[in-house]
């Protein structure tokens, strides 16, 4: 009990994690585009984990295993998941972001029934779409100021999302051969060759190479990337993938619906973002989700100590 207890905070943390990561992705793009944010990124990201390692701080061995088994894994999260979360973000608000994005548990249920054939019970199903319920309700009450950008956002978001439900699909395959920080150091390393490359070639063809370096001259710039370039990218990457060895995949996208309470609070607070009354009846109904997904799982353990005892 303890120990999954120890998993459900690690998960928790994660959340939390990722629903700031909306808040400083959004202020970093006040200083650079979103594939030089995300070159940049990825570049700190690789270099912490690079350092790491070359300390011997972690350990990277490939000794009989094939780094490049992977690379799915890696073009899925990060480069598919936020190359389009960005240029999402970018069209919306940091709390339609987090909207938007938590719809991932029903994709990832879907997918990981068909994929790994995980089989959720009934009240895991009305859990997640209680969960998804929340969000579809926000987006009917917002409904009103979508537009033609904004519906363009919505897309870039669900792509984002599914490719991240994907990536969750693929790292429980991969799980028992392994380990959290091999993916880890795979996924930094495809997200940093992919976005400097579209980065380089994207100044390179504008003539504009000079202004690939100007966001490193801005402190309000340099904060926001130390944030998302270890800790949302790095430290949740590490936290992810160990969770998914852990528990069901559909389980672990739950609790990415959790960063919705903080990106929304995130944008009230820091970016003085409306705060409706029907965001918080929908979040009601994600942690709702939430917390019907895991109180099944304890009911069961605690059964299962009863008959442990009867017998």
């Given at each position: ?282 979040a009601l109904l994600i942690v709702g989700g939430v917390l019907g997904v895991t109180s099944r799982k304890r009911k069961r353990i605690g059964n299962r100590a009863l008959e442990v005892k009867a017998g």
């Amino acid at each position: 009990m303890t120990k999954q207890r120890s998993i459900y905070l690690l998960a928790l943390l994660y959340a939390i994690i990722i629903g700031f990561s909306f808040l400083f992705t959004k202020i970093a793009l006040q200083f650079a585009d979103p594939i030089d944010t995300l070159a940049y990124r990825f570049t700190l990201s690789f270099l912490v984990m690079g350092v790491a390692a070359w300390a011997g701080w972690i350990k990277i061995d490939w000794q009989g295993r094939k780094w490049w088994r992977l690379l799915p894994i890696g073009l899925l999260y990060p480069t598919l998941f936020f190359g389009f979360q960005v240029y999402g973000l970018d069209l919306m608000s940091s709390s339609e972001a987090g909207i938007f994005q938590a719809t991932g548990p029903i994709f990832t249920l879907f997918l990981a029934s068909l994929l790994l054939k995980e089989r959720a019970t009934w009240t895991q199903k009305l859990s997640v779409m209680c969960s998804v319920g929340g969000v579809i309700y926000i987006m009917a009450q917002s409904g009103a100021s979508v537009h033609d950008t904004s519906i363009v956002g919505v897309v870039l978001l669900l792509v984002s999302t599914v490719s991240l439900s994907l990536y969750g699909v693929y790292v429980r395959r991969f799980k028992e051969g392994y380990t959290s920080i091999q993916m880890s150091f795979v996924m930094m390393l495809v997200g940093c060759l992919v976005f400097n490359a579209l980065a380089i070639g994207k100044h390179s063809y504008e003539g504009t190479m000079n202004r690939l370096w100007e966001p490193l001259t801005e402190l309000d710039f340099i904060l926001p990337l130390l944030y998302i370039g270890i800790m949302s990218s790095l430290v949740s990457s590490l936290l992810s993938n160990y969770l998914l060895s852990k528990m069901e995949a559909f389980k672990m996208s739950m609790f990415v619906n959790l960063g919705t309470f903080v990106s929304i609070a995130a944008g009230v607070l820091f970016l003085h973002e409306r705060l409706e009354g029907y965001h918080i009846v929908g979040a009601l109904l994600i942690v709702g989700g939430v917390l019907g997904v895991t109180s099944r799982k304890r009911k069961r353990i605690g059964n299962r100590a009863l008959e442990v005892k009867a017998g």
